[in-house]
């Protein structure tokens, strides 16, 4: 790094080193000589001073390049980003070049693999995607045996740090893997570099083997699988397993046979790919291209000659004429007793029979036609029949458009073309017309059908990705995960016209936990399934060869090594689910595995920000307890000491301290008693007919010394009938809140305390003013949580009373809401329910 910025120092560009490393090492200090270093940024931290990268002057210098060190670095507290990457990225965002350094064992990726590696877990980490942001990665590459050399000489660390080293991480089994894993990321960063420099041309670049290979529904298929495995294998290359689906569709034996087919690939370690397209040969030189494989391997054809030549030739040909400089392996089959016939179909090119019967239905029609015209008319006929033809093709397959072009041409020559009810074409002009329009009919038909199947073909990949981009949309939508399983299972049931189920890991993550959503309910048997299917991280079920009689088919939802789920499809009997409803279920599986990750994160998310609430709590109790017990017993310990030695007047004082700061200790350990029996729903309130007026004098009585130097009035009505309340707890509410209005309101401010009945008569009320400051009102929907205190409040107090006051509200089936006093100051009212004696008797 310094080497190049010498380099570029010396070209006249401005650079500017804003921290590097030396670690003592003299050499490293040579380098940096004739570089604008800037001084170090120093931070004072627990009694220490830091040392870290002056961000603001690196910035204010305006280099071209900036030269920072040690990427991963942690910051010291006080700096301004926690990161050293931080700190870059902000250089980027100004224009400014960095060159900077990083080890192998500090890729956030790779962590996970370092720590299996060498036991040790790294915590300075940089995340892959400020990686990604290099334009250019230079490895530095050495030996292991070399790096422990430069060890011993103290050239990484220096000590004791040296020696620990040695005994641990830089053993050299350690070093050699590490190696490995530098070589193979940046080995993975010119790969994708080569991609994007390809771009989208037609060219295979053999910068490195791989290899792409064609599946089919064949027993030869499994064969062909295994062999391109063994070649991969001893190449050390990467391979694709293709299967491209054409317009013809599979008959249930061959759909089974390519499941297993493909399953095998994927069990080799192959990525396999599924497309659409009539053209065989065409969609693997396009996956070639696209995936920069310079080899396809195909297995021998073993069709008939005379077939693949009326097709245009066979796969192998087409390949080779298309191919350019990829190269094309044929692989042969294993020998066999050889088949005799002549003409071998597969299932899928015979055409259904009322196809046959479209045909000679057209053609009578258009011969009826044409005979109810005078002689003259040939050429229109034959262009009439040319049009039944092109028709045709939209309708039926291949072969009832080659036998519309054959059947329409001998009609029209036997039976309109002069002279009639012969073969015979006497005409030079006639004959060239007769031919051109048979090889017209047969090219014309052939081309519309093709057309016709790629219409298709693109039709069921818009259906795909539709289907893909409806789920999306509604899981970005979906505000929980319930929400987001349920629009999802919706759509899989009017996809596939088929139940679904989802079933996820519970928080042990031992057992499935089937999804109330889910309109496929899972029964032992299907539960076992889904299970293993979950278990194992494969598909199970119906349509596979693990445990096939079940009802359902399952495929987990995985994310990265492990499962967290299974999603669930059961279509009904006779139905089956064809290989593109399968890769597409298989994506609505992927789809959910990365919305419960996203739930995973947010619960995590949730639980870390409580913790840390309930840490930062727990300190702030711990300090205000802590705090307020020991005022009263300070007051009480420091009364008792000078009590002996004091007389009169100032015995009488310590006295009335020690009692005021009894009391004080005594209303703090009842409200922690109190919050305590509310939160453990130990509270039992003990409802019985109480006397407004006892309640109001017993409160006022139990705060009367704090009420002193506060103007104090009761208002209660004299024929207010008795309320159904528990004492005890009423009288300590109105005590709270009287208690508040005198600490928390200037002196000689004015307190009320009244009662009365509602109109109406159904509720009691209590309430308590007062003409102090009040509350704001954003300050009033979180005065009655627990530990909170009015911004105005005086210090001392833990926060619990309202909290309390409320708790005892509720218990008796009440509410308590806080209001401001038009004069100014809070107003607190009690809501009781209410009943006349005689109405409860």
Known sequence: MLRAASDENTGGTKVVVGLVETHGRRETEAMIEGLTVLPRLKIGYHGATLEEMDLEALLASKPAIAVVDELAHTNAPGSRHAKRWQDVLELLDAGIEVFTTLNIQHLESRADVVRQITGITVHETVPDSVVDLADQIELIDLSPQALQERLKEGKVYLGDRAIAAQENFFQEAHLAALRELSLRFTAERVEDRVRKLRGHRKIV????????????????????????????????APWLAVFV????????????????????????????IHTHDDDVASALVRLALQHNANQIIVGKSRENRWLNLILGGSLVDRLVAKGGAIDISVVPAEDRRPDHRWLKLDQ?????????GWVAGAVGLVTALGLSLPDGYYLAVGLVFLLAVILLSLRVGRWPVLAAGVLSALTWDYLFIPPKYTFVINKLEDGLLFGAYFIVALVAGQLTARIRAQSANEHLREERATALFHLTRALAAAKTLDDAVFAALR?????????????????????????????FTLDDKERAVAEWACRNRRSAGRFTDTLPASAGYYVPLILEDSSVGVLGVRVGDGKTLTLVQRDLIESFARQLALVVEREQLRTAGEREKLLAESEKLHRTLIDSVSHELRTPLSVITATIENLGSAEGEQRERFVNEARIAARRLNRLVGNLLDQTRLESGALKPRLDWCDAHDLANAAADSVRDFLEGHPFEITIPEDMPPIRADFTLMEQSLANLLLNASLHTPAATSVWLMAGIESG???????????????PPAMRERLFKKFVRGDAARAGGLGLGLSIVRGFVVAQQGEIVVGENPGGGAVFTIYLPHSSPQAVS
């Not at 054409?246 to 690939?265: G, H, I, V, Y």
């Not at 008569?761 to 509350?775: E, I, K, L, Q, S």
Request: charged fraction near 25%; proline fraction near 7%; hydrophobic fraction near 40%.
């Open 205 to 236: 670049w053999r910068s490195g083997e791989r290899l792409l290979v064609a599946v089919g529904p064949s027993p030869f298929s499994a064969q062909l699988v295994r062999w391109t495995r063994r070649l991969a294998a001893a190449l050390g």
């Open 245 to 272: 689906e054409t317009s013809r569709p599979l008959a249930p034996e061959q759909q089974k046979l390519l499941d297993k087919n493909l399953a095998l690939a994927r069990e080799l370690g192959a990525e396999v």
């Open 348 to 356: 899928s090119l015979r055409p259904e029979p009322k196809e046959f």
């Open 491 to 519: 759509q899989a049931d009017g996809l596939f016209s088929a139940q679904t189920s989802l079933a996820l890991l519970d928080d042990a993550g031992g057992r499935l936990t089937p999804h109330f959503a889910g309109s």
């Open 761 to 775: 008569g159904r509720r009691a009320f209590f309430t308590v003013a007062d003409n102090g400051p009040g509350f």
